[in-house]
């Protein structure tokens, strides 16, 4: 049972966005082994059709099902939009996390006028997973749903001070005078100071990479799999796309040096 | 692996106020099969030491783990509170879920003024754990609690219309005027609508037995134990207590037809 535990949890995301969740995982849990999988060749899901973001989703969880984890965190809003049910039907035994109920769980207590903005990929947007659960949750709230479908790419370029480009995208927003932005796509915590430059000061953005990661950690307790070890983890990353660029730009999120990544073409 | 899913969620209570849990799964899992242990005979436990809440939570729990279950869900507050870490510690392997953390994630969204009550046993409302929480939420809050002591015992003996002993003992919550409560003891719900007359319309009433249940489905979801299949589940019952006793406030709390179930007496 001990092996059990210390098998590592595998993290997915179309790109870079997954690894502002994986350093809040290595704070939190720092015992925990972590397999991470940017599937950057083909990011961002965002503008992807919800046939293509499904077999990509697939492919990249089957991947990391080969390996000797014990969980599977899908760490892309859209991913787990889109293809939570289809993935978990095929993760035979093996738990699978999405990166959706925990932030959404988070918004009430921390949204004052309930004047909410959620940004994410046009995929995410499309759905209206979030503001219908938003309002299922308090059917008097004002939400703003916005896609931002430059930051994705934009991040995965490694271009993280663009204010001018995140003020205009962010405009229509702005405008709308919100008191509360929740960032739905795990990549946007990695520009959220821009962010706030552009929205004001006054607004309060959630980056749910805490509550996400209370929710695992909860998720681990409750199945019995949390390394409670006194061993630090350790980390092995794959990625789809140039595993230089993957190294320099995950260095700089998770602010650790870590080991050139395994490059993995399905 | 199907054969795991079809395993029996076991729910464990000090008497019959997991009850009230087992029914809303019932209605929102039907094909989950269950297995119920009431500590009838040492309820309440919210009179107790911690000692002997653990010690007692501690038998129940591995009563149950040697039946063919697939997750325990500790079904009483008390327990949860004093005995979770315990019980899962011994509980190798076997999911364990208690029901503190998904009543709280629901006092937000409901409490408008946030002026909060919350009624439990003397052993829950001493450890302060929930007034704790949700000043942790949001450190604006009011929070009332109040310890009803004579309520458990009160259902254990099967009387569930005592409005004035639920008068006198709400009493000091009355004055406060709170605009929400929180049943943070499984039995309350059992006895709900006389706390609702005796607390007034206006006062928003939190059973979080369905939020218990969506965090339990969420968790069977993620772990990949959920039974989707088309059968109806089967009930197991256990008692500490007298049976027959059981089988009569069981089907009045349940709705349904129960077997005589079986005295299990440590």
Avoid: W
Avoid at 154 to 168: Q, S, W
Wanted: charge should be positive; include cysteine; charged fraction near 25%.
């Amino acid at each position: 049972m001990a092996d059990k535990v210390k098998k590592a949890i595998a993290i997915f995301d179309s790109g870079f966005g997954g690894l502002t969740l994986m350093r809040q995982i290595i704070k939190t849990l720092p015992s925990e082994n972590i397999i991470y999988f940017g599937d950057n060749l083909n990011a961002p899901y965002g503008d992807k059709s919800k046939n293509e973001i499904i077999n990509l989703a697939k492919k990249a969880a089957f991947f990391l099902y080969q390996k000797d984890i014990k969980a599977l965190l899908i760490g892309c809003n859209t991913a787990s939009v889109y293809a939570y049910d289809e993935i978990s039907r095929h993760f035979f035994g093996l738990p699978v996390i999405d990166v959706i109920s925990p932030s959404l769980k988070m918004v009430f207590p921390l949204s004052k006028d309930k004047k909410i903005g959620v940004i994410a990929t046009k995929a995410t947007i499309y759905s209206q997973l979030y503001r219908k659960q938003i309002l299922a949750y308090n059917p008097t709230a004002q939400v703003f749903s916005l896609a931002c479908p430059t930051f994705a790419p934009m991040i995965e370029r490694g271009e993280f001070e663009n204010l001018k480009e995140i003020k205009r995208a962010l405009l229509p927003l702005i405008k709308k005078k919100i008191d509360f932005l929740l960032l739905a796509c795990t990549h946007y915590p990695i520009i959220q100071e821009k962010i706030k430059e552009a929205i004001g000061e006054e607004v309060t953005i959630l980056d749910p990479s805490s509550a996400i990661t209370l929710e695992l950690e909860n998720f681990l307790k409750r199945a019995q799999l949390k390394n409670e070890g006194s061993l630090r983890g350790r980390y092995e990353f794959y990625t789809s796309g140039d595993a230089v660029k993957f190294k320099t730009i995950a260095e700089k999120i998770l602010g650790i040096k870590i080991n050139i990544p395994i490059v993995y073409l399905s």
